[in-house]
């Protein structure tokens, strides 16, 4: 096994391998060349290798969304640290841990007209977990370190050194430690002087790697008052966010399903199950904004106790509703966070979620109340009135999710785009077993065929990603790697433009308006799978559709992409007309 002969490099690797830090995805370049030699002869690691920097880290973030443990990403000095920046988000506000490994130039390089430099310490500051700054190693290169920068050294070369050793290591350390017991995204910026190339056969480092410590609980103390508040409401609303499939035990779901008092909503990306959940909110609340009776609806609706777990809301109704109909109480549990999103949080249960229902669900009773059963009817009306919509409806994205949501195999990964690809998915009832991801930390466009990619590597099972044109557009370049499996699939819903800005606020039919705000547009997806190697259907019918689904899924050599071109024009008022229908 080879090493770099700069001690920062080796010491880098040996934090990650000690900490588990496994698969590393690594861009080209020459400034990070002593971390790609440290990590490609390693056997220990998984490399991967993605030019693209920002299809890279949202690569790994695919990773680490599925196996929940650090994935890093390794890149040169410069402007590519910064191509990181909207997955290093993502990771941020969705807790994901990802390790960001930026190697750099002598900070006595930094301003003084040298190339590929720029002021990469703390460059991710205000949206990440913590940012360790190592610094330069004296016994490597010394001789430009005495030239350039002499008051580096204090004092004899090995004693300046070992000082240096100890503080890489105390921040390599605490980086690590955060990233795997907080599942947030750390950076680890590396200044390496030339030569970068040389190697070793042996370490020439010992380091000091201290063992991660588990995070304390906090909110404990709090559960008897609030299970006398849950034993004396009669409305209670359970509002599950993006949550990992399994997560949760299956118990405290029935448990919740059968209370009188409670409803539980929930959302594609949730994950979880039970015939009593309600997990279309929007077709609940989008009839209560039009009725005659809105404040009777909306009070009745409202609840005295809001539980909240998981991530982020999709539903921007849910979110309206609850800001201006305030529970009495809100407490959301989590072991790191609680955003205070409906500007009434009153308590975080700083724990895991089983940890905290373990703890509650021996203090609590069932109350009897109308408030299920009441909302169960409502539900069941919309159901119906939402079937006989779709048998009445033209082709458009809304009859093409509702043939795609049901024809999805059993046992998928199901990745969605943002936009109106996860909202049209919340419309519809999926198969229960699948599993729903979407980057909701940020909710963007960018990264999701990159994420869809490095979320299937592992996968047990096949993987299908749902996407629209343009942010299959935008992220063409996440297709540019060698790991998409031959059981990935594609589905591109092609209403040439962002066809979510026609059902928003301030549309109108303009040469303006198609031109900046939908992006309406010509380009092939067929030329793409040309490209890529990726076998091409097409659709732009429900016959059509209906055929291509019916070959899709079946088993091929290569990945496969299904477009399926729906009606520009006609797409804003068919979901539209949805909700005045089951209103």
């Known amino acids: 096994m080879k090493y770099s002969s700069i001690p920062a490099a080796q010491s880098v690797v040996a934090h990650c391998k000690a900490k588990g830090v496994q698969n590393i995805v690594i861009s080209p370049g020459s400034r990070n060349a002593p971390l790609i030699i440290g990590f490609t002869e390693d056997a220990f690691f998984k490399c991967f290798s993605i030019v693209d920097e ?57 301003d003084v007209g040298d190339g590929q430099t720029i002021r990469q310490d703390d460059v991710f500051h205000r949206h990440i977990g913590y940012s360790a700054n190592l610094k330069q190693d004296v016994n490597h290169a010394k001789n430009r370190i005495e030239r350039y920068a002499p008051h580096f050294i204090e004092g004899k070369v090995e004693t300046t050194q070992k000082k240096i050793q100890g503080y890489n290591d105390g921040e390599l350390n605490k980086a690590l430690e955060i990233a795997i017991t907080m599942g947030l995204p750390v950076h680890i910026n590396v200044r390496f002087e030339e030569p970068l190339y040389e190697r070793l056969s042996e370490s020439s480092i010992a380091p000091v790697i201290n063992s991660v410590t588990t995070s304390e609980k906090k909110g404990l103390e709090y559960i008897s008052d609030c299970a006398d508040i849950w034993n004396a409401s009669q409305k209670k609303l359970v509002l599950v966010g993006v949550n990992d499939p399994n997560k949760v035990a299956q118990r405290f779901l029935d448990m919740l399903a059968n209370d009188p008092s409670v409803i539980v909503l929930t959302e594609t990306t949730s994950n979880i199950h039970h015939p009593n959940f309600f997990p279309s909110i929007d077709s609940i609340v989008a009839p209560i904004e039009k009725s005659k009776e809105k404040e009777k609806l909306f009070s009745k609706l ?11 809301i999709v539903s921007k109704k849910i979110k309206a509703f609850l800001r201006e109909y305030k529970p009495k109480h809100h407490w959301h549990v989590d072991t790191v966070k609680a955003y205070d999103t409906f500007f009434s949080l009153s308590r975080h249960f700083k724990m895991d979620v089983n940890t905290f229902f373990e703890s509650f669900t021996d203090r609590i009773t069932n109350v009897q ?25 033209e082709f458009s994205d809304m009859l093409a999710f509702h043939h795609i949501s049901e024809s999805i195999p ?41 994420t869809a990619i490095g979320a299937s590597v592992y996968s047990k099972t096949p993987t299908l990603f749902v996407t629209g044109d343009l942010s299959f557009l935008y992220d063409s370049n996440g297709l540019w790697n060698n790991y998409i499996r031959p059981d990935f699939r594609i589905i591109v819903i092609n209403n040439n433009g962002g066809g979510i800005f026609r059902i928003l606020p301030g549309k109108e039919d303009s040469f303006n308006f198609e031109r900046f705000f939908e992006t309406k547009h010509k380009l092939k997806v067929r030329k793409y799978c040309e490209v890529f190697n990726f076998e091409y259907l097409f659709a732009d019918s429900e016959e059509r559709l209906k055929f291509a689904i019916s070959a899709f899924y079946e088993p091929s050599e290569r990945p496969k992409l299904l477009e399926v071109s729906t009606p520009r024009l006609l797409n804003n008022k068919i979901l539209l007309g949805y909700f005045d229908f089951i209103s």
């Open 54 to 110: 920002r299809c890279a880290a949202f690569f790994a973030l695919g990773i680490a969304q599925q196996l929940r443990e650090p994935v890093a990403v390794v890149c040169t000095s410069g402007s590519a640290l910064l191509n990181y920046y909207p997955a290093v988000t993502e990771a941020f506000y969705s807790d994901i841990p990802l390790v960001v490994i930026s190697a750099d130039r002598p900070i006595y390089k930094i």
């Open 302 to 312: 409202q609840p005295d106790v809001l539980l909240t777990f998981g991530g982020l």
């Open 369 to 393: 109340s109308d408030y299920f059963v009441y909302w169960k009817t409502v539900r069941e009306k919309y159901q119906l009135k939402r079937k006989r919509y779709i048998e009445q409806i």
């Open 410 to 450: 059993e046992n998928y990964q199901l990745q969605l785009a943002n936009s109106s690809t996860v909202r049209y998915a919340q419309l519809f009832d999926l198969d229960t077993s699948l599993q729903v991801y979407c980057n909701r930390g940020t909710s963007g466009i960018d990264g999701s065929t990159s």
